[in-house]
């Protein structure tokens, strides 16, 4: 009964704390500093989701009792979201992630509100003086994976889950497709539009009709770990998407491409506690550590390793960049030229395809 | 012993009681089914129903929610009692959004008073046209307007994704599947500022109010009552089965179109892929937890809305899962669609007879 | 396109189109009763995370089918008690249970995510179930065949007894089959049983089969196209075989075709197509009816009352 009643209190509390937003909250050093999280889908996803909830875990552990985590799930992108963001400001949280593209209008409306409370919202582009945006380079992790199925294809041919053709996945198809080319000259990369983000049943079909075309090789993405049971079904390789999905698939599964947002987080809630928290973009990469990559499959030839060790490497140390010139799209125009590497900008607003992908 | 015996007429106590013992029951099997499960279910309950009432900052967003939800109940509950079963509302709030959204992109590089209420007519018309199909193919083939309006919806959720991903998408989007944000002559109006409050909210009240009138004190309330209660008396009566389908399809179709619209001018401010959320099906819940009753039907929209926005200070609080809302809506609609008996049944005692 | 293509396409389409089939053929025997049971989703995912769980923790996937079958029942049974006994509103009732069974799947699957078992295999022995192309006959799972008994026995149930008789007449005109003594209500409660049950095994081939696994809504609204095409059949078993494999087909040859590099019509305009042509259906159906006779059940989705 005790614990209900100070829960109550604690909700009280924080409802009067947040009807009078100018009060010294935070000044007090010993109440725990507030940490919320807004996930778009079910902590339950073993995807996207899960991973910035391994992140929430992260800093629980890193920081105990000096911090309390509240997150919402399967929060709907629009209204919704501006509702849960709002929530958990009005709950004394001093430091919200908002982990969805879909956040962001919601985010920068909410956080006028609340000019003390700082906001990080990923993968976003709108900034303000108290939010933040945060993003991965995944397309690295990418570059990793086309290395090793550029050397582990037999029949040169990859096969790519995808979901919409917005830049995040078309940059990723880009990456993955030239670190292949760039050990086969000859590659294919073939993508199969699922039109969602999340459908098994769908994206498994859609592995097999990529293995029925030819790709000894399947990659995703999209959130499930579908395609990667259907390509240890039809005796074929694949690489994990956000997670080690190695269970669902221990003789097709080569690597995973992990999202890790922990260090960031970690690093955030430090900032924040020590009143030094700033606004900025961070866009990072394997050399930061948002991006790793999953234990190599047995399978992985020692060859492949090598060269996707030396492409981790290369990319980490900063001599390498997957985008590197000169690098020419599906019309021929070229887009990068020779010796040059794409910017950000160019990546973030991505809309072409480089010659040899089919989508 | 105890004895289910029927009414002679529907008990108006229990009409007005029975949304009530159904959340008695739902919070209090909640309680015990969640604390089963290891959650707080004391606190769970209390979250859900208690806390968004108690904290006078969450009542904007009960508005906000229940707003869309209301207007589109109204109009179901209307046809429901006429015995007429739009049950594609979901389709006809995304046809009213997405017709008002073919004004605002026309209009973009305008400005005028009039875009607004241009867009609101449009929304109220796309609804209304949705509607139509299902109610024409009743009234002249006898089709069922549940099957169809029903179909009708995934049809229009495949063609808001066709619009958003492909001929609508912002040119300046990144190749985001979404429409631009609309201007300041095509967003509704805010009512308080720094929340999503909308000019919604007072409508859908001055809608229920209306409709409340129209169903009370007008013959073709009463004309609606009667189709849906005594089909054959209605006919005597001069009352057209067909013109009162067609009236209330037309009629919830164009409520549905209206909210929509005012979703996506209001909160949204553009039309994404992740415009339908299903208050087109809630609606449903609502009409019922109203008990049909536009009046009944603010009240239940009210409820509901609060359990989203409870379930969320749950989540947030004792980490009750996001599924376990739903469930608790699942539940507090079939406690109300079981306390209905007693609408229409009463207990009584009965001595055994002697042996 | 090489044969070896072919026999794989067929294998996927099968594959895709049994679970709508399953759960479709559930619907249109309570539908025949004239119980209109839209709960058919939510009763999808309470035997697909059943089924998952079962044959999880005990390792038999036999066991997991059973306890699929059992758990569609059992959330059929809720909408029964409603719908039926206490004569509520079916549309309600079975939205609700849609609702339920979102829940209810999503909060007991938490502990199974990220899991996998064995997946549901072929019947017959290598010889056949691998062989090069006589696998398109024989290389399915027990659900397969399962499905397309059931659509026989259904069928022949319906039309040729006396029990499938008496069934569709609590369907046409409940009023006069209850005068003449048949048990209505008892009727629908055991069609709305089967739907369940099948709906149950519907949800399961997803997550025993298709993609073995647990995860949130992991049928992804197959529910409401297995609604559609049981009036795409016109209620019809046999018509519901066929629209369930033109389905699958459709879903299937898309995939193909956008991995061979052709692009067809927009997506969308695939999506919305079972639905459209249920609409049209129904339509032509009725145009027709002045010839023909209409199957649907006339009592469907009106509540019943002995009293």
């Known amino acids: 009964m005790t614990s209900i009643i100070t829960r109550r209190k604690l909700t009280f509390g924080a409802a009067a704390a947040s009807t009078l937003p100018l009060l010294g909250r935070g000044a007090s050093a010993q109440s725990p500093l507030g940490v919320g999280f807004v996930y778009v889908g079910p902590i339950g996803d073993h995807g996207y989701t899960w991973t910035h909830d391994q992140g929430r875990l992260a800093i629980e552990k890193e920081y105990g009792s000096k911090i309390k985590t509240s997150f919402l799930e399967n929060v709907a992108e629009g209204p919704d979201a501006a509702r849960a963001i709002r929530q958990l400001a009005q709950a004394g949280n001093q430091l919200i992630f908002t982990t969805s593209f879909g956040f962001m209008n919601p985010t920068i409306q909410v956080a006028k509100q609340f000019p003390k409370i700082h906001f990080e919202h990923a993968t976003g582009y709108m900034r303000a003086p108290n939010v933040a945006t945060y993003n991965a380079r995944f397309y690295e992790g990418r570059a990793v994976i086309g290395t090793i199925a550029g050397h582990m294809s037999k029949s040169g041919q990859a096969g790519y889950v995808a979901s919409f053709p917005i830049p995040e996945v078309v940059m990723g198809i880009n990456a993955f497709h030239l670190a292949a080319r760039k050990v086969n000259p000859n590659f294919k990369t073939k993508v199969v539009w699922c039109s969602t983000w999340y459908d098994p049943a769908k994206e498994a079909d859609a592995a097999k009709a990529l293995i029925d075309q030819g790709a000894d090789m399947i990659t995703q993405h999209t959130d499930s770990a579908a395609p990667l049971q259907a390509a240890e079904q039809r005796g074929v390789y694949a690489f994990g998407q956000a997670s080690d999905m190695k269970a669902f698939a221990p003789k097709a599964h080569l690597s995973a491409i992990v999202d890790d947002w922990s260090g960031y987080y970690i690093k955030r809630v430090k900032e924040t506690m020590d009143g030094n928290w700033k606004t900025g973009d961070v866009w990072g990469g394997i050399k930061e550590g948002f991006v790793k990559l999953a234990p190599y499959n047995d399978a992985v030839t020692p060859e492949a390793r090598k060269a996707a060790d030396a492409i981790r490497d290369g990319i980490a140390s900063g001599k390498l960049h997957p985008f590197t010139g000169e690098l020419k799209d599906q019309k021929g125009e070229v887009r990068v030229k020779a010796g040059e590497h794409a910017s950000d900008e160019m990546l973030s607003k991505m809309d072409w395809y480089v010659d040899g992908v089919q989508a | 012993m105890l004895e289910w015996r029927p009414r002679r007429e529907p008990s108006r106590l229990m009409r007005a009681l029975s949304p009530l013992i159904a959340i008695a029951l739902t919070m209090l099997l909640g309680m015990i089914v969640f604390t089963a499960m290891g959650y707080d279910g004391f606190h769970a309950v209390g979250s859900i129903f208690v806390t968004p009432f108690a904290e006078p900052q969450r009542w904007a967003d009960i508005g906000v929610k229940a707003a869309p939800l209301v207007m589109i109940a109204i109009g179901l509950a209307i046809g429901f009692r006429a015995n007429v079963w739009n049950i594609g509302a979901e389709g006809q709030y995304i046809m009213g959004a997405v017709a008002g959204t073919g004004v605002a992109l026309a209009t973009y590089d305008m400005t005028g008073w009039w875009i607004l209420p241009a867009m609101a007519l449009a929304g109220i018309l796309g609804g209304m046209a949705w509607a139509a199909i299902p109610a024409l193919l009743r009234v002249r083939l006898q089709v069922s307007e549940i099957l169809t309006s029903l179909m009708l919806t995934y049809v229009a959720v495949q063609l808001l994704y066709f619009l958003v991903r492909g001929p609508w998408k912002d040119p300046d989007g990144f190749n985001f599947p979404q429409t631009r944000m609309f201007t300041a002559d095509q967003t509704l109006p805010t009512m308080m500022e720094g929340s999503l409050v909308h000019l919604g909210i007072p409508v859908a009240l001055l809608i229920a109010l209306v409709a409340w009138l129209l169903m009370e004190k007008t013959t073709a309330g009463y004309a609606v009552k009667v189709v849906g209660l005594a089909p054959a008396a209605a006919r005597h009566g001069g009352f057209s089965a067909a013109r009162t389908t067609w009236a209330t399809m037309l009629l919830s179709g164009g409520l549905a179109g209206l909210a929509g619209l005012f979703e996506a001018a209001g909160p949204f401010g553009q039309l994404t892929p992740q415009f339908p959320v299903g208050y087109g099906f809630t609606a449903i819940i609502v009409a019922f937890l109203g008990r049909l009753d536009p009046l009944g039907i603010v009240f239940g929209g009210i409820v509901l809305a609060a359990t989203y926005v409870g379930g969320e200070i749950a989540q947030s609080t004792i980490r009750l899962p996001q599924a376990a809302t739903g469930m608790f809506q699942a539940l507090l609609l079939f406690m109300l669609l079981a306390t209905d008996v007693l609408v229409r049944w009463r207990l009584v005692w009965k001595r055994r007879a002697a042996p | ?307």
């Open chain 3, 1 to 307: 396109m090489t044969s070896a293509i072919l026999v794989s396409i067929v294998m996927t389409l099968v594959a895709a189109s049994t679970p709508l089939l399953l759960a479709a053929l559930g619907e249109l025997v309570a539908e025949k009763t004239g119980v209109l049971n839209l709960g058919v989703e939510g009763m999808m995912l309470c035997g697909a995370v059943a089924g998952f769980a079962v044959a999880f923790s005990t390792g038999s996937t036999g066991l997991g089918l059973l306890a699929a079958a059992l758990a569609g029942m059992a959330a059929s049974m809720v909408f029964a008690v409603l719908a039926l006994s206490l004569a509520a509103n079916q549309v309600a009732t079975g939205l609700a249970l849609t609702i339920f069974g979102i829940g209810a799947s999503s909060l007991i699957g938490a502990g199974f995510v990220g899991r996998t078992i064995p997946r549901l295999g072929p019947v017959f022995p290598p010889a056949l179930s691998e062989h090069p192309w006589l696998r398109m006959i024989f290389g399915h799972d027990i659900l397969v065949y399962l499905s397309l008994a059931l659509v026989l026995g259904v069928s022949l149930f319906l039309r040729r007894t006396r029990p499938g008789l008496i069934l569709r007449a609590v369907g046409e005109n409940d009023a006069s089959a209850h005068a003449i003594g048949y048990p209505v209500i008892a009727i629908r409660y055991a069609a709305v049983a089967f739907g369940g049950a099948l709906a149950g095994l519907g949800g399961a081939y997803f997550s025993l089969a298709l993609t073995p696994m647990w995860a949130e809504r992991l049928t992804a609204g197959r529910g409401w196209i297995a609604l559609a095409l049981v009036v795409f059949s016109a209620w019809k078993p046999g018509r519901l075989l066929l629209g369930a494999y033109l389905f699958g087909a459709v879903m299937t040859l898309e995939l193909q075709a956008k991995a061979a590099g052709i692009s067809w019509l927009a997506p969308e305009v695939l999506a919305m197509a079972p639905y459209l042509a249920t609409v049209a259906v129904l339509t032509m159906m009725s145009l027709g009816r002045r010839s023909g006779r209409l199957d649907a059940p006339a009592c469907l989705g009106k509540p019943f009352s002995a009293s």
